[in-house]
Structure formats: structure tokens, C-alpha cells
């Protein structure tokens, strides 16, 4: 097996007036373990669609491995597509739903049965190729549904939100099969899902997606560190949200007027004095001076700690600073107590905040 990169040149989509893609240039390399990301609604599942040819796209071209798929029936694509809701064949065996794409290929059955048992071992399910779907666990039978979309040997395994029927502690377990299988083929995954956990641990590149945009395309650790707009910033991870007016740019430093004075940040995406504008700082950047312990923090504002989660390693607070709700996490140590409460002043420092023009915040 080995991946062929996707290409998507021009690409939209219409529902009679209702756009639900927007025209597209995308490049996903080959090999590439490549995910979009966005909440429901956004357009993901219409582009994998159009990907996997059972959508004609509005306008533009897909290529694969540089043809073009324009008039490629999606079985005569180098495609596989995985579903959420996996449809095996419940009266087959395991082995005989791995091999059900190479029956129509002419492959004779004793070669099939060794296929299907080639890629069972790849999937860790050896030795389990007589059993029916049905005696099989959860994760196991989307591991059948993996090999399944794997025998036929496609070069793109398109998979749409594959692991949500499955209970946390296997998802994140399948997440980890799921990349070391991907690395193992070589084939190009597509990754669809809502989940920024599962895009972000597992892929090479994500692309974020908003009402039919793709607003960002970048490594995992950009798309945290480097958000590039204020959705992507506010879909992936928790985010502190200040919302003011920009008075002035001084190099790396924007200082921006807000209901709790003058708050300063990183400028970004050409912000300019006089723009509305929203300061975006990550909770776990967020610092905590109690009663009169005054701290060096480039910002500071006075809030009042109102409640205390407490999330294993991690202690959450929820606060308000006058009609802003904040949210800090603190490492879970004799510090961040169960008589953490009240008045507190908040601090975060330049480095850590980035001013962006306003615009969609994610939920
Ligand atoms: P989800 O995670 O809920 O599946 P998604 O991001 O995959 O969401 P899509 O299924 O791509 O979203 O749908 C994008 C938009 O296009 C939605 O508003 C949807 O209602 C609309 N849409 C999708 N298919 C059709 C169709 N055949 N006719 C009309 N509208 C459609």
C-alpha cells in the first residue's frame, strides 16, 4: 500500500441557495495523516463526500495522485471510505466481511482468507476470523471495518468521525492504533471529526473548518500555539475571551482598551488602532495573586473565584471580572485548595495574549 496526495482546486459545494462549502484550494500530501475539524454543520462530511466521488462538487476539481476525478464513479477511485455507523455484515464472518471488496475483484477465495488474515494481524484481531461480528467487542468490530476499508488498497482512507460510537477510554485507545496503523501503510488518511482531542493527537495537519471555510491548515501545535483567526482560537482548546477597543501598536505590543482597563497582548492579523478587537489568552496562562501576594504579570485585573472543579492533575476555576467569565487551570498541588475562593487578582503576561481583529467565536 502507499498514499497519493488529494488535491482540491477550486472546490465548492451548493444546496440550492444554501452554500455549505465555499470555493476551496486544499493540498493534503501523500501519506499525510490529515484531519478536518469543526463543529457540526460546518461542511466536513460534504467534502469527504466529494472526495470519495458520491458528490459531484458546485464547481472545481479533486485530484488524486494528480488525476483528476471529475467522472471517476467513487469505486473506481483509490479511495475507502470508514462511516461512523461501521454496516458489517452481521451474518458473515469476521474474515469474510475483511474480504467482501475482494470477492468483486475476481480474487479467488483461499487468497482472500489470506488476505483477510494478513490485515486482522495488522488490525491485532489475529486468530479471529471466524467469529461473527456480533461476538466481537465495540473496538474490535470498528477494527474489522478498518481492515475492510484497507483490503481493497486504497491509496485515501476517508474516515468520518469513525470512533464516536465508542466509550471514551477506547476512543482514546483507538486513537493510538489508528495513527500507528496510518504510519504502518503509508496510505493518506482523512480524518473527519468535531473532536479537537482526536484531531489534534493524532494528525499531521489539521484543517479547521467554519460555515463552509477552511480557516486554518496547520501542525497540531500551530493551530493551538498560533491560532489564526478568532474561531480557531476559541474552537481548539479553552480560551479566555476580552473583548475592547485597540488604541495603540507599539511593535509586538497592542494595547487595547476593555471594561477592565487598558489589557496589552501580542498584535496579529494586521490589527490597527481604532479596530474592535478580542484578546485571547489560554487558561493554563493564566496566573493567580491572592489577597496583597502582588506578582510581576504584564496584565492584571481584579475577579472573584466562583466555583472549583477539580479534574485529576488539574484544578479549574471558574471567574468573573465584571461581566467576563474567565477560567484559569492550575496544576492540582497544595496551592489550588478547596478554600481557593473570593476575591482574587488575576495576571497573564504579553507573551501570552494575542490580539485579533473581532470576529465568529466558536459555540
Ligand atoms: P456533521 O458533523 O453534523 O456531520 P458536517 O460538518 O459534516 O456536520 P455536512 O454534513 O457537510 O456538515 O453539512 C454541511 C451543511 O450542508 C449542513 O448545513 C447540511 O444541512 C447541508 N447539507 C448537507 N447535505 C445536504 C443536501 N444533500 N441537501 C441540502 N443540504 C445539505
Redesign the pocket.
Known amino acids: 500500500m502507499h498514499g497519493k496526495d488529494v488535491v482540491l482546486d477550486g472546490v465548492s459545494m451548493r ?2 441557495d ?1 452554500t ?1 462549502v465555499q470555493p476551496t484550494d486544499l493540498t493534503i500530501e501523500a501519506g499525510e495523516f490529515f484531519s478536518i475539524l ?1 463543529p ?8 469527504l463526500r466529494i472526495i470519495s466521488g458520491f458528490l459531484d462538487p458546485t464547481a472545481g476539481d479533486v485530484r488524486i495522485g494528480g488525476d483528476t476525478m471529475t467522472g471517476i464513479r467513487p469505486n473506481a477511485r483509490p479511495t475507502a471510505l470508514i462511516f461512523q455507523n461501521l454496516a458489517l455484515f452481521p451474518l458473515m464472518s469476521v474474515w469474510e466481511n475483511v474480504a467482501f471488496g475482494l470477492e468483486a475483484r475476481g480474487i479467488a477465495k483461499a487468497t482472500r482468507r489470506e488476505r483477510a488474515e494478513e490485515l486482522l494481524a495488522m488490525v491485532a484481531l489475529d486468530g479471529q476470523g471466524e467469529k461473527k461480528p456480533t461476538e466481537l467487542s465495540g473496538g474490535q468490530r470498528q477494527r474489522v471495518a478498518i481492515a475492510r476499508a484497507l483490503a481493497v488498497e486504497p491509496s485515501v482512507l476517508l474516515l468520518d ?1 469513525p470512533l464516536s460510537a465508542l466509550d471514551l477510554k477506547l476512543r482514546q485507545h483507538m486513537r493510538a492504533e489508528l495513527k500507528e496503523l496510518q504510519r504502518k501503510t503509508g496510505v493518506t488518511f482523512i480524518y ?1 471529526t ?1 473532536d479537537q482531542g482526536e484531531a489534534l493527537t493524532m494528525s499531521d495537519r489539521v484543517a479547521v473548518m467554519n460555515r463552509g471555510v477552511i480557516e486554518q491548515v496547520a501542525s497540531s501545535d500551530e493551530i493551538y500555539s498560533q491560532p489564526a483567526t478568532p474561531f480557531v482560537a476559541s474552537f481548539v482548546g479553552e480560551q479566555n475571551v476580552f473583548r475592547g477597543r485597540l488604541t495603540a501598536v507599539n511593535g509586538e505590543v497592542a494595547e487595547v482598551e476593555t471594561a477592565h482597563g487598558t489589557l496589552r497582548g501580542q498584535p496579529r492579523n494586521g490589527v490597527a488602532a481604532g479596530d474592535d478587537v478580542m484578546i485571547f489568552v489560554r487558561p493554563e496562562r493564566v496566573g493567580l495573586s491572592r489577597a496583597g501576594a502582588a506578582e510581576a504579570r504584564d496584565n492584571r485585573l481584579p475577579a472573584t473565584i466562583e466555583r472549583r472543579d477539580l479534574e485529576g492533575p488539574f484544578v479549574n476555576l471558574h471567574c468573573r471580572a465584571g461581566e467576563t467569565s474567565l477560567m484559569i487551570h492550575l496544576p492540582n498541588s497544595g496551592e489550588s485548595g478547596p478554600d481557593l475562593a473570593g476575591e482574587a487578582e488575576l495576571g497573564f503576561q504579553i507573551a501570552d495574549a494575542v490580539v485579533m481583529p473581532a470576529g465568529d467565536l466558536a459555540r
Open positions: 444546496f440550492g444554501f455549505a469543526g457540526s454543520g460546518c461542511g466536513k462530511t460534504t467534502i468521525e473527519i468535531h
